[in-house]
């Protein structure tokens, strides 16, 4: 099935950096939702966008998305210890209840 | 905690055999909504239930077939087990008709593995 492109596949950093990952399509949606998965469990919601161009904040997140309703991107503000995990991305049409996930970024934050 | 429960945690079947998978959301949800994640992908729709009606199908063949019951709780059955079935099976929630404006909640999930 359809995956959305997210990059990078993996990252490193270490405590206090900033994190940007992102996720292209090919496929236009109205809506965008960014995820984070930990280890035995299932996805958590942590932003949901639903308008081209806009940009919403969430803590020490911010995620936009894309003018051209074809990718969106996640930033995370000064990286902590329990960042750690997978983030995905995951978008929506507009009549469809198919939400259409990304293959995921694993992030590791060191001390 | 998001109030939604799989069962069983895992479990290990053989190609051909037909299994079946149980959620129970939380009451007043009327949404439900089953995914497949292989390892190391993300989770691919498989099909999404409102009101015990099926309301939406991804690309899954119709051996994937689900039932949702007036007590906020419901199935995955899947037929004819093929090994590339083998994956964590998540189940997901909401109060509304999901189209993406309120939050839908996903439980632990249940990893099945076919030998």
């Known amino acids: 099935g359809q995956q959305l492109n997210q990059s990078p596949q993996s990252m490193f950093i270490q405590e206090g950096e900033d994190v940007s990952m992102n996720c292209t399509s090919s496929?236009?949606?109205?809506?965008w939702l960014w995820y984070k998965q930990d280890p035995g469990e299932g996805p958590v919601l942590l932003i949901a966008?639903?308008?081209?161009?806009e940009l919403t904040s969430n803590g020490r997140l911010t995620a936009q998305f894309g003018i051209t309703r074809k990718d969106s991107f996640l930033n995370i503000s000064a990286s902590i210890p329990s960042d750690v995990g997978i983030y995905f991305c995951?978008?929506?049409?507009?009549?469809?209840?198919?939400?259409?996930f990304g293959t995921g970024t694993r992030l590791q934050v060191t001390l | 905690e998001t109030g939604v429960t799989q069962s069983p945690t895992h479990l290990i079947k053989t190609r051909g055999q037909q299994v079946t998978l149980r959620c129970s959301s939380q009451?007043?949800?009327?949404?439900v909504s089953w995914y497949q994640q292989a390892l190391g992908q993300g989770p691919q729709f498989i099909f999404q239930?409102?009101?015990?009606?099926?309301?939406g199908r991804g690309n899954f063949p119709p051996r994937f077939s689900g039932l949702q019951f007036p007590n906020y709780s419901s199935e995955l059955n899947v037929n004819a087990l093929e090994l590339d079935d083998s994956a964590l099976y998540l189940c997901?929630?909401?109060?509304?008709?999901?189209?993406?404006?309120?939050?839908?909640?996903f439980g632990p999930g249940t990893r099945l593995t076919v030998t």
């Open positions: 997901a929630s909401s109060p509304t008709l999901w189209q993406g404006r309120d939050e839908q909640y």
């Open positions: 496929s236009i949606f109205n809506t």
């Open positions: 966008l639903y308008k081209a161009g």
């Open positions: 995951a978008g929506l049409a507009s009549t469809a209840s198919k939400l259409t």
């Open positions: 009451s007043g949800h009327n949404t």
């Open positions: 239930y409102y009101r015990e009606e099926e309301n």
